[in-house]
């Protein structure tokens, strides 16, 4: 203890090693329920159709003004890495409460400003209470998406923020037990746990480096689990008797009911490995390898999984995987829909004669099945490329769904953005506009214009959902504008643009349409498609700049803008709806209040 260190000030300390954290706690509790509010709820404000300036549209500029600044104003450091504004405030703010409590009240009764023992202890003190959240925002089922909303993956910035700022106050902490002596005696097998954990938990911060992370996943993944343990082993064992261990164990709560859950879920969705009788036979996974660096995969659903679009499933393969236990996500690229695939009813006997409708490649309706399209990489894709070169089968288990599915329904105008297998995301969110509006009887969607964009690299790249673009143009009602518009990258020859952007309003249109579906059913070729109205095929890059820009021009209302592709694609369309196109002047003056979802197929 610090010679001037008195029993009034020991009793100030430990009385605030039980109310700082919490007080950590309660602000970091209001946060998540502010932010809980703000994605839950749909704002009550309408837009208006009046294209004329009125100062009533102030609280929509206002939202508007907040998105541009939260979520399209980024730091961008090299190629690869985007922050927007929004985790810039949330890492600045964190820190700075965390450092605030550290260092408030450190003056002792004797007058000695920030005296080592009140900060180093209680600095330690705060680091221990963030680590439940830690591990729950590192988990797939965590308390924090399900308020918030926000997807396990796009949290995964906050969990290593988190656990870098903890890293640090730890750090400050070892640095305060060195330069004075310890108040806490510690035996010396508690500061040896001490040292282990801090020694763990270095190797976790230098592995969880975006170059580490990318360049060896499954290293980093089995070297992250072990080291988390050894830390909170380590950490319960060095703060046992002091405080901390009482925010420890609740880590290996959340960590184990997350296994649990999905533990739970592994064996109801694939009993049929397990030897339940009411499984389905089996499920083995049908791979075909639709381009050099595209695999795409289909499975039978398995009983009671149902999804929503946008929604990912983790995907073990013991036979493709180097390690027996590797999963894998990927967005699921069916659409969990009977009016989609219409003309039979559901098969029970397995893949019989009558199995029906052909969408996404599928022997099946793809409401019968899960469907994924796969990018080939360096691991597990690429083992996975040469089980597909020979149309092979692979077991499959799934554990899903997870995150959550945009509800585009209360948008009168919804864009769509995909590069490549980003049309995982971006196509089945699109058909269930198309079978929202269609139900618009029921009430379920108000949208009047719906726009598909596809960046390509070759023009045989459109038989992946060619199938379901045209039922999609099938289904689409009267009262709904649809715009397809691929554009082949790889090509520069010259644009096989068929007609201009037009409603499908037309009975006569739509009726021809469908006589040509079902009259050529089985020789569809994307020149059916093109053939269709609203649909263009054309060469070289996508304008998405310019296209969105019309896009915001001819509408007002609610506008949404989806997007799945390459960082490239995020960060022009970012660039795009910023400032003036959905700038308070802009809004003001009758322009559309747009929201940009953006999917990026990784942990960012
Ligand atoms: C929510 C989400 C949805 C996704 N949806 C799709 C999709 O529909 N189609 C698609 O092609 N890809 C998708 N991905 C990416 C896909 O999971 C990885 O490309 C795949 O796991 C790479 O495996 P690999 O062993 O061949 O990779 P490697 O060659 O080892 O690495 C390539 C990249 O994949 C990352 N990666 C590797 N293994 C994993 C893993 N188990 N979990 C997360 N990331 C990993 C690496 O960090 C690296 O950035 C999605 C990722 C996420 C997080």
């Known amino acids: 203890m610090s010679s001037g260190f008195s029993e009034a000030d020991l009793s100030a300390l430990l009385q605030q090693f ?21 994605q839950w709820g749909s704002f009550p404000i309408t837009n208006g159709f009046h294209q004329k300036f009125s100062l009533r549209r102030i609280p929509l500029a206002v939202i508007n003004f907040y998105r541009v600044v939260a979520f399209r104003w980024t730091l961008e450091i090299g190629q690869s890495y985007t922050l927007n504004m929004a985790e810039v405030f949330v890492t600045v703010a964190y820190i700075t409460l965390l450092l605030t409590y550290a260092f408030i009240n450190t003056t002792t009764v004797e007058g000695q400003k920030l005296d080592v023992i009140f900060w180093s202890n209680r600095i330690a003190m705060l680091a221990s209470s963030q680590f439940p959240i830690v591990t729950a925002l590192g988990t797939k089922n965590n308390l924090v998406s399900l308020v918030t909303g926000i997807s396990y993956d796009k949290l995964n910035y906050i969990h290593r923020m ?33 040292i282990i954990a801090m020694a763990a938990f270095f190797i976790l911060i230098i592995l969880s480096l975006r170059p580490v992370r990318t360049g060896a ?3 980093f993944f089995y070297i992250h689990f ?16 002091a405080y901390g261990s009482y925010w420890i164990w609740p880590s290996f709560v959340f960590w184990a009911l997350d296994r649990f859950i999905r533990v739970v879920r592994l064996v109801a969705f694939n009993h049929s490995y397990f030897g339940f009788k009411s499984g389905a036979g089996t499920m083995d996974a049908a791979t075909e390898l639709l381009s050099e660096d595209v695999v795409r995969l289909r499975l039978r659903r398995p009983p009671h999984f149902h999804w929503s679009p946008g929604q990912t499933a983790y995907l073990t393969m013991p036979s493709v995987s180097t390690l027996p236990f590797e999963a894998h996500p990927f967005t699921i690229a069916s659409f969990d829909s009977s009016s989609l695939s219409t003309e039979e009813p559901e098969d029970q006997s397995g893949r019989g004669e009558n199995y029906g409708t052909q969408v996404l490649g599928s022997s099946a309706p793809f409401w019968k099945e899960l469907v994924f399209l796969v990018n080939v990489h360096g691991g597990f894709t690429k083992k996975l490329k040469e089980v597909a070169a020979t149309k092979g089968k692979a077991k499959v288990f799934v554990d899903g769904p997870y995150g959550p599915s945009p509800d585009l329904s209360s948008y009168d105008t919804c864009v769509f953005v995909a590069g490549g297998s980003g049309i995982s995301y971006t196509l089945p969110v699109f058909l269930s506009v198309i079978e929202h509006v269609e139900s618009v009887r029921k009430g379920k969607s108000s949208c009047k214009r719906v726009v598909f964009i596809w960046c390509i690299r070759k023009a045989e790249y459109v038989q992946w959902i060619e199938e379901a673009l045209i039922k999609a143009v099938q289904l689409a009602p009267p009262s709904l504008t649809a715009s397809i518009r691929i554009f082949n990258t790889g090509s520069p020859s010259t644009s096989q643009s068929i007609e201009e952007d037009s409603s499908l309003s037309n009975p006569t249109e739509k009726n021809r349409t469908h006589e040509q579906v079902v009259t050529r ?14 649909v263009r095929m054309e060469s070289g890059r996508a304008d998405l700049d310019a296209l969105l820009k019309e896009e915001v021009s001819m509408t007002s209302g609610r506008m949404s803008v989806s997007v799945c592709g390459s960082q490239g694609i995020a960060r022009a369309i970012r660039h795009t709806l910023r400032f003036p196109v959905s700038g308070p002047s802009s809004i003001l003056s009758g322009g559309p209040s747009v929201t940009l979802y953006v999917e990026s197929f990784g942990y960012a």
């Open 217 to 219: 996943y499954e290293l």
């Open 162 to 194: 988190m656990a870098r700022t903890c890293f640090m106050l730890l750090c400050v902490h070892a640095v305060g037990e060195v330069v004075s002596s310890p108040y806490f005696h510690l035996s010396e097998a508690s500061l040896h746990a001490g």
């Open 226 to 241: 072990l080291g988390v343990l050894i830390f909170l082993v380590g950490g319960y064992f060095h703060t046992k008797g």
């Open 18 to 38: 039980v109310t700082y954290p919490e007080q950590v706690w309660y602000a970091i509790a209001a946060f998540l329920f502010i932010v809980g509010c703000f």
């Open 521 to 534: 059913k089985d020789s569809l070729t994307s020149s059916m498609l093109v053939s269709l109205r609203g």
